[in-house]
């Protein structure tokens, strides 16, 4: 293998100044005053390069053909405008006119970060998010960037999928869709399962490490992932990607646009289906959405209403794979038997099927829900230096997920005991097997701001924004058949409860260039949340709690610009995040009850971003400690709908330096590589185990260990050339080290390390009769590894009192490939 690439490459090297292409430089400008108009965007052919403070740009390499050059900068105009690649540099001298509206991203850009925000952070552009889109979930397609590990419930990355930043679930990792929170209020969760495809819609996607800037919704306490829609096209537009491959995984989706029409409006719409058998037998999923925007703009205002929704149907995978069925050890099958953890009919069908086994056999254990979306935005230009925007939003979701349940008490579903024939000869019976259903329905409404002072002169910029948002949820049970049904009727009510929770911000943020070379960042937000939950739970157990917070969160940095392509910057920020539903309803026994968390966050890097002879250079070295208190840490076990329990941790912390690299020494090769090291410690863990009659013994004393879930090196490394016109080629390699399923640092409780290798090819050509072809292979894992991404662990004493250890895992498929077909007319 090691021969073949080196072969390749040389070959590639001989034919690559063919076709190479000269640099195109220049400089954006306001078009009456000539001012430069520092960190404009510059995008070619959709992918971004940020002009720097005096307005200049450079585009390293454009490729021969037609390419379209977009400019754009808050208050003023896009300038849209044909750029022919040429062997010979290019210079341009690109003026914008004053009075036009960024096409409605002031919201998005309000919360995002940027080269004086002295935060570490990864732009992602449409382009960026299609070459790895071929159905896949969002997590995927954020595999390469820093510090992310991601999973799948399915095994292929279609269905359920996970995603952890710097050792951080989805709960801490703050997700807005134009500004408007995604996370469920109540869990913290972003489950993108539900909105299949939005990648599809996504014109720019950005993600924040660490605290990042103050953001609308729950606090970022890993990492913030920030997704934009609003783009508009100018031009009208059909486009259609499908993709097929390994466990008759579909993509189907249809995408159109009209363009402006009389200079006022656009309409874009899209409709996706995927489809997948999974990797895990009975791992399938059945998705569907839509997303449907309308437009109307006019020199400073811009009024836009989007729409999108997603509907899936996945079978229950979320039990995982009982540790001994992943290397068909019999002797350990029977351990899980014995302790009524497996039936023997279910330990027979995890020998035979491995690991790709599924616990359930029911044929409708399923998960269902829908979940709707409407936003209304505003953006508002208020003369040369101010722009405005708010929106308005609805979420509106519902479904539930059905099982077999065999044996269960009536009690516990709210029916009385069945009494069979006449006195004296009577049988009660109190047991039944059922199918149930556990809903969601819930509504999730408020409003956003920002207010944008940018001039085009001046050493401040500044925003002054927040939000007000208000989540209302049902959770309730109902049976739809038992086989004795006792009083109950179909759809029988066995248990309810509902939850409220208001939460509204304010923040403020500054960016001051204090000197030539040096910019002073500020930013403070306030965030009040109200939460009560009551009513009944299964199992008829009453669930009650009342909580209200108030955070304050500052945060702050300087940077120094050492040169036109070197910089350096440090930050600290301070936030907060309250606890979630299942740390109230769900908490371990020796635990008092949730705490909010705090977290210290400390960073400091070094940018570098260079051109020399056409080579491109960019470098970055973030370094950083988060220091929490309180924070709430997976214990390794998981509740019955397969949410993650947790608990707080006094004093722990993460500290780590994250590396990242990406070099194009020829137009036809590009290396990047990205690689993070990590030390990641509770301090003075006490940990917690039961003794024979179930009841907690806490260790008398503490020790340092390693929080679970977080593996102490994580890397991602790209090696991408184009051979031949139109054809990209790419090979994607990624590391994880071992990660811990609990907090004891016990190597039987462990995913072990692993690392993984794609291949991508991209071939694209403009026919005459459309705008683009383009076919696409993507081969997930080609050295066919087996590995495992995700699991949990719980245990016990037997009889005589010694703990007994049940470890579930999660595979992921072994060498499976998606090929797509893509049409632009």
């Given amino acids: 293998m090691k021969n073949f690439v080196v072969t390749g490459v040389a070959l590639l090297a001989a034919t690559g100044a063919a076709w190479a292409q000269g640099p195109v430089s220049g400089a954006v400008l306001d078009a009456r005053t000539g001012v430069a108009l520092p960190n404009a965007t510059v995008l070619l052919d959709g992918v971004a390069v940020a002009a720097s403070t005096d307005g200049s740009f450079t585009l390293p390499a454009v490729a021969a053909g037609v390419h379209e050059l977009r400019v754009t900068f808050v208050g003023y105009e896009p300038l849209v405008q044909r750029l022919e690649g040429q062997t010979s540099p290019q210079q341009l001298r690109l003026t914008l006119q004053p009075g036009g509206v960024l096409t409605g991203e002031a919201l998005v850009t309000a919360s995002r970060a940027n080269e004086r925000t002295a935060t570490a952070y990864t732009n992602l552009s449409k382009e960026d998010l299609a070459k790895r889109n071929f159905g896949q979930d969002i997590p995927y397609l954020l595999d390469q960037t820093p510090s992310v590990v991601v999973n799948s419930d399915a095994g292929n990355g279609v269905g359920y999928t996970g995603i952890r930043v710097r050792g951080t679930g989805i709960e801490g990792i703050n997700v807005t869709v134009n500004g408007v929170p995604l996370n469920d209020a109540e869990s913290h969760g972003a489950f993108f399962v539900n909105l299949p495809d939005l990648a599809s819609s996504t ?10 800037t103050s953001q609308n919704g729950s606090a970022a306490f890993g990492a913030s992932i920030n997704m934009s829609t609003l783009e508009s096209r100018q031009q009208a537009y059909a486009e259609s990607q499908n993709s097929y491959g390994s466990f008759n995984t579909w993509k189907n989706n249809v995408q159109f646009g009209t363009g402006l029409i009389n200079g ?26 839509y997303y449907l925007a309308a437009g109307y703009q006019q020199k400073n205002t811009l009024l836009k209403f989007i729409t999108f929704s997603g509907r899936e149907k996945t079978y229950q ?5 009982p540790e001994p069925a992943l290397t068909r050890n019999a002797a350990g099958l029977q351990q899980y038997v014995d302790n009524y953890e497996l039936s023997p009919e279910d330990a027979e069908r995890a020998l035979r099927e491995g690991r790709r086994y599924a616990y359930y056999t029911y044929d409708n254990q399923t998960d269902n829900y829908q979940q709707n979306h409407y936003q209304l935005h505003l953006t508002q230009g208020l003369g040369r230096n101010w722009n ?10 519902f479904g539930y997920y059905e099982s077999f349940r065999a044996n269960r008490k009536l009690a516990d579903y709210n029916l009385p005991d069945v009494v069979l024939g006449t006195a004296p000869n009577t049988t009660v019976i109190k047991r039944t097997d059922l199918v149930d259903r556990k809903w969601l329905d819930n509504y999730f409404f408020g409003g956003i701001f920002a207010l944008n002072y940018q001039p085009t002169e001046g050493k401040v910029q500044a925003t002054l924004g927040g939000g007000w948002n208000r989540f209302l949820n049902d959770h309730y049970g109902e049976v739809i058949w038992a086989r004795y049904a006792s009083t109950g009727n179909i759809r029988h009510r066995s248990y309810f409860n509902d939850a409220t929770k208001t939460d509204y911000n304010a923040y403020a943020r500054a960016i001051w260039q204090a000197a030539e070379k040096l910019s002073v960042y500020a930013d403070v937000q306030v965030r009040r949340i109200n939460y009560e939950l009551g009513g009944i739970e299964d199992k008829q157990v009453p669930v009650s709690a009342k909580a209200n917070y108030t955070f304050f969160n500052p945060k702050g940095g300087l940077t120094w610009q050492l040169s036109d392509y070197q910089t350096l910057y440090a930050s600290y920020a301070v936030a907060h995040r309250e606890p979630v539903r299942s740390d109230f309803t769900d908490r371990p026994l020796y635990d008092a009850g949730p705490k909010a968390e705090q977290l210290h966050d400390l960073e400091g890097g070094y940018r570098l971003n260079r051109t020399v002879n056409n080579q491109v ?24 709908v397969g949410t993650p329990l947790r608990t707080n941790a006094p004093r722990s912390y993460r500290a780590g330096v994250e590396l990242t690299g990406a070099y194009q020494p020829l137009t036809w090769l590009s290396l990047s590589s990205t690689l993070t090291l990590s030390r990641n410690r509770i301090l003075d863990y006490r940990a917690v185990t039961y003794d024979k009659d179930y009841n907690p013994v806490i260790a008398s004393e ?5 929080i679970s879930y977080s593996p102490s090196a994580v890397s991602a490394h790209t090696v991408e050339v184009m051979p031949v016109k139109g054809l990209r080629a790419a090979l994607l390699y990624k590391t994880v080290s071992r990660q811990y399923l609990d907090n004891t640092e016990s190597a039987n409780k462990a995913i072990a390390a692993y690392q993984v290798l794609d291949l991508r090819l991209r071939y694209t050509v403009q026919p005459r009769f459309m705008r683009e072809l383009e076919l696409g ?15 949990y662990t719980y245990g016990y004493p037997d009889a005589t009192g010694q703990q007994l250890t049940f470890n579930y895992y999660y595979p992921q498929a072994t060498c499976n490939f998606l090929a797509s077909v893509g049409v632009k007319f």
Avoid: C, P
């Fill in 317 to 321: 995978a979320w039990n995982g794979v």
């Fill in 203 to 212: 014109s720019s996607l950005q993600v924040q490490r660490g605290v990042g």
């Fill in 777 to 791: 292979l993507l081969v997930n894992n080609l050295l066919n590894r087996e590995y495992v991404a995700n699991g």
């Fill in 617 to 640: 250079l960019r470098a970055e070295v973030n370094g950083f400690y988060m220091r929490y208190r309180n924070q709430l840490v997976n214990t390794g076990q998981l509740n019955d």
């Fill in 388 to 397: 405005m925007a708010a929106a308005a939003h609805l979420t509106r979701g």
């Fill in 702 to 706: 503490g020790r340092t260990t390693t």
């Fill in 264 to 289: 006022r409006f656009t309409v874009d719409g899209r409709l996706s289906r995927i489809s997948s058998d999974g990797y895990m037998v009975r791992g399938a999923s059945d998705l569907k959405s």
